[in-house]
């Protein structure tokens, strides 16, 4: 039986118990002159009675299916012949995932061999007995968990404090979830940005201006040059990343001031959802619209001047990227300064200042902080874009600084790394990782200068 439709049944005996146990506390309370006289609401019994019915059975189809599978192989391991065996550990591999996948077609009588479908009618058999095992404990530990949750609502029984606490230790997992995948998500590129240093240098790594990453398959193959120089990545990514927020931050700072400050209600109603759908377009779109409308625009603006434009260039992906994240800076920047106290506004107008006054010289300083730290989170938005760099700036890892000219990203060079079959402990795959552990650190330290700029100075206008 599918793990989904065990779940399903325990949330639905869970339900059951819910309404089972919230009318067993009404019955209680009324035998007891009401519900003033019960330790916690009846709805609380319920929910006690819901959810010992739904975890010893959530935690034992866990259980189970985590421990099924290496039980049933060990089981098949009888069914497979010796001969097999004296092959090696590769062979008695093949061997059952030929069973396996005799056994999940069905076709077990058209198999000439004598063994496989004894031995894939064995798998049947015993995956069949676990189904139904599982099913028999799964419906008998939420029954149990039920009549024992059942038996203790009293009207002294502290049915709150028990939901509470598991609610608590749920949350308490989440974030523990959370933690540890970002843990092993950090351990994981390091790990292997490390075995990519023991075989380049660190310090040419950091240091180096030519990015090549082609290496030599064979010791007589030519043409492969294996330079690992990241300068020129790096310099790409902080180019587009530049032009991008010098157009995000201007008009995401104007609409925000604007909407939040000077639009009507109406206007603030209409033009605020509209701005923030620039955001849930995805950024292939994007690419797309700077591949086709942007990039030849601004080639032939050039050319009008006499100016050589790449027909891939920085500025075409900045100038899209920048459209881009403005509704991040825009709507960061408004909750900022809609939180601002109006008493200060108030202050201002009373002192005689003008509205723009008010806005230049109180509102705005007052919501600086807040407005840094969502700029630099919209640098890391940036920093971090991949499609609208491919589709528009190319992929030439060229050290420069002028816009005009093809560029590439970080993020381009860890797609293209990965693409391929190229072999998985190699430099160039292994590269990579570096580069996503130098982006990784990038992106963090933008955002812990966030932080501390937005604690820094909060308190301030509390």
């Keep these: 039986m599918p793990i989904t439709t065990l779940l399903l049944l325990a949330l639905c005996l869970a339900f059951v118990s819910f309404v089972i146990g919230r009318q067993r506390a009404y019955a209680v309370a009324k035998k007891n002159g009401g519900t003033k006289n019960l330790h916690s609401l ?14 010893p059975a959530i935690a034992i189809i866990v259980g189970w299916k985590l421990f099924e599978g290496p039980i049933v192989s060990s089981l098949l391991d009888s069914s497979i012949p010796q001969a097999i065996h004296d092959r090696g550990s590769i062979a008695v591999d093949l061997y059952k995932n030929e069973i396996n996948n005799l056994a999940a077609s069905g076709n ?9 479908q004894n031995a894939a009618n064995r798998l049947i058999s015993v995956r069949s007995y676990s189904s139904i095992a599982l099913l028999i404990l799964t419906i008998a530990a939420a029954v149990i ?7 203790k609502i ?27 995948t970002t843990i092993g998500i950090v351990f994981s590129v390091l790990f292997e940005a490390l075995q990519f240093f023991k ?9 180096g201006t030519k990015w090549s990453p082609q290496t030599a398959i064979r010791a007589d193959q030519t043409g492969a ?15 587009i990343s530049a032009i991008a927020m010098l157009v995000a931050v201007p008009f995401g700072l104007m609409s925000a001031v604007y909407l939040a400050e000077y639009a009507s209600i109406k206007t603030r109603s209409i033009v605020k959802p509209l701005l923030e759908i620039l955001a849930g377009i995805p950024t292939v779109v994007y690419g797309f619209f700077a591949a086709l409308t942007v990039a030849p625009l601004i080639r032939r ?19 899209v990227m920048g459209i881009m994240i403005i509704p991040f800076v825009s709507s960061l920047s408004d909750d900022v300064i809609t939180a601002v106290p109006q008493a200060m506004r108030d202050g201002s107008a009373g002192l005689g200042a003008t509205k723009s006054e008010t806005v230049r010289k109180v509102v705005f300083p007052a919501a600086l902080p807040g407005i840094v730290g969502g700029i630099l989170l919209a640098a890391s938005r940036a920093i971090g874009e991949t499609m ?70 909060r308190e301030q206008y509390d």
């Design 388 to 457: 609208i760099v491919v589709m528009a700036a190319g992929l030439a890892a060229n050290l420069t600084l002028n816009p005009l000219e093809a560029v590439t990203t970080v993020t381009v060079q860890i797609v293209t790394l990965l693409t391929g079959d190229q072999e998985f402990d190699s430099a160039k795959t292994l590269a990579a990782f570096a580069l996503g552990l130098m982006l990784f650190v990038t992106t963090l330290i933008l955002n812990v200068i966030a932080l501390r700029v937005v604690r820094k100075y």
């Design 154 to 180: 009293k009207t002294d029984t502290k049915a709150r404090p028990i939901v509470e606490r598991i609610v608590q230790f749920f949350l308490v997992a989440a974030a523990s979830i959370a933690i540890l």
């Design 145 to 151: 968990g039920a009549s024992l949750a059942y038996r």
């Design 225 to 239: 040059s294996g330079s690992f120089g990241a300068i020129p990545l790096f310099m790409g990514t902080l180019l």
């Design 42 to 55: 009846p709805g609380h019994y319920g929910l006690m009675t819901g959810l010992w019915c739904a975890l």
């Design 301 to 319: 603006m050039g050319e009008s001047i006499g100016l050589s434009v790449a027909s891939e260039s920085a500025l075409a992906a900045g100038i």
């Design 108 to 116: 077990i009588a058209a198999e000439p061999s004598i063994e496989k």
């Design 199 to 207: 075989q380049v240098s660190i310090v040419e790594f950091v240091t």
